[in-house]
DNA sequence: CGCGAGCTTGACGTTGTTCAACTAGAGTGG
DNA sequence: CCACTCTAGTTGAACAACGTCAAGCTCGCG
């Protein structure tokens, strides 16, 4: 749904064209784009920090983005790697204003910091803009529960297949790709420890299934891949 | 927020009250009025079935549900145990259409069935109706998105004590309680096996922490649970 | 040339699951 | 009224999965 939206979106007009032509009117665009700021932030820099006031909804229109969440005594966890075209924030928006995630660039990024106030004044005056948002905001939350489903009861082999398959069909587009993440990272995402995560991914390779040599990843074998993820 | 919007509902003119006196003129009211309506379900029957196109949403105005999850070679899961008041299904309602879990009564309910279709009708013409419906539904998946980064990173000691806190606090709203919920399904809340919940609860009992005499719980050490909740 | 970060491997101990056996209570049919 | 059976709860023992520790490797960068 996101995807379909999102299409084609590769500049900062487009994402007033894409609101703009259905529901908005052009005093309205102009509103956002008084109100608005586009800003480009490096591999580790952070977008939205955790425990802050949510001043801003994000159009991520490029780049790689993770969701981290941090607890004293807990190891840090990734709840999702998203990259653009993307809308990050929306689902605060309502809440009483604290975000309850971090926000961090996990490659060079490029964004659209929208103020909130404003987005939720032109919400206020336009039903069916509010309702898009919502079917946006809802579709990419199933997206995560049902991520953290699968990860919550699945062993390691198929939490491994599921991420790489994720990186492959939702971050990267594509059979062969570089990653921007460390192992660690990868292992934080998919709850796992660090040598546990690079010993799995190791006898995939054995197995013939992937090639990974440190940051080049290439699924040689999907269909086998998409069988253990469904094995667990 | 939930319990705030929904506090002192009994009954089951209040939602109208809850909406109309804010949002909602009287003929809006009629209208959804005309288009629901008043159901009982029995323990174990079901309110919302997983697959199933969305038809309705569920405003559970007494009793408790659970919302499960079932895919092939999985055990079950249970997502989220919530007692009346509650709104039911609205995260889904503008999903394409499919409801990605179930709902089960785990005592008997009794519930609102509101038309989808007429809902999204009001919310179209009432913007300040749909934010705050958005508002509801993204406060409540927040709650879930913690309950499921709590429940990924602790050891057996920690999910069972949260289990405990969140019966107690959440649901049943006592330091003592008569379950309607099986070992088998709280093991499935808590994401572990059902022998490791009850070898789990046993051993808090000999601590001290709680009592347990089958469906009758009591915590009695409810700061020493806090601890153990937090150490994880 | 050396240092540090990320990656890799094997050995070991802890944690949690599975299996099997037993108990208690509730419902059923003779 | 008494077997019989089924379900829920309970316990201990064996086994598998996973995390931690220790050590070595490679590569990029100062």
Redesign the interface.
Known sequence: ?INELFANLNNTSAIFKLFGDQYLKSEDIELIKGNSQKLIFNKGEVLIKQGSRSTHVVFLFKGIIKHT?QQE???N?I?TITSAPSLIGG??????GKN?FSVIAVESCEAFMIDINIL?QL??????L??K???I???M??D???N??N???KHVNGKVADILLYLSESVYKSQKFTLSLTRRELSEFA?ISEINFITTLKKFEKDGIVNSNCKEIEIVNKAQLELIS???
Do not use: C, P, R, T
């Open positions: 749904m969440y005594n807990y190891k966890m709840l689902a605060n928006m309502f809440n009483d309850i939720k919400l206020m005056q336009n039903s069916q509010a309702l948002l919502f079917d905001v809802s579709e939350s199933k995560s529960i049902i953290f489903i990860l919550a009861h709850g469904k094995l667990g």
